[in-house]
Nanobody, 127 residues
Framework: QVQLVESRGGLVQAGGSLRLSCAAS????????VGWFRQAPGKERECVAA????????YHQDFVKGRFTISRDDAKNMVYLQMNSLKPEDTAVYYC????????????????????WGQGTQVTVSS
């Protein structure tokens, strides 16, 4: 079992930055790939970024490339999402998720493959 707890999001002006953290607990976290998802009102939950178990491979959706960066620190059981140049359309509830994988370089981007989810944190970007 893996438990995930996201840090508090917040309200930020367009063009600003925010870093989300996700604290993980559980013996199997190191065997998991991790992803950040978001869900805006009336929209499907979508993958924003993902990172492999080893941390050597990452994926960023086109709409956040160059602005968001995912990283992990297994020594601290933490996952981060650095968000820069925020836009009003980035407003959503952000979720951290973990998926057990066999291969250390595997990146998981499909929502249904994730077994463990945090409770979500609201990020609001004002124009």
């Amino acid at each position: 079992q893996v438990q995930l707890v996201e840090s508090r999001g917040g309200l930020v002006q367009a063009g600003g930055s925010l870093r989300l953290s996700c604290a993980a607990s559980g013996r199997t976290f190191s065997s998991c790939a991790v992803g950040w998802f978001r869900q805006a009102p009336g929209k499907e939950r979508e993958c924003v970024a993902a990172i492999s178990r080893s941390g050597t491979a990452t994926y960023h959706q086109d709409f956040v490339k160059g602005r968001f960066t995912i990283s992990r620190d297994d020594a601290k059981n933490m996952v981060y999402l650095q968000m820069n140049s925020l836009k009003p359309e980035d407003t959503a509830v952000y979720y951290c998720a973990a998926a057990p994988v066999d291969h250390s370089a595997e990146v998981v981007t499909t929502r249904d493959e994730y077994h463990y989810w945090g409770q979500g944190t609201q990020v609001t970007v004002s124009s």
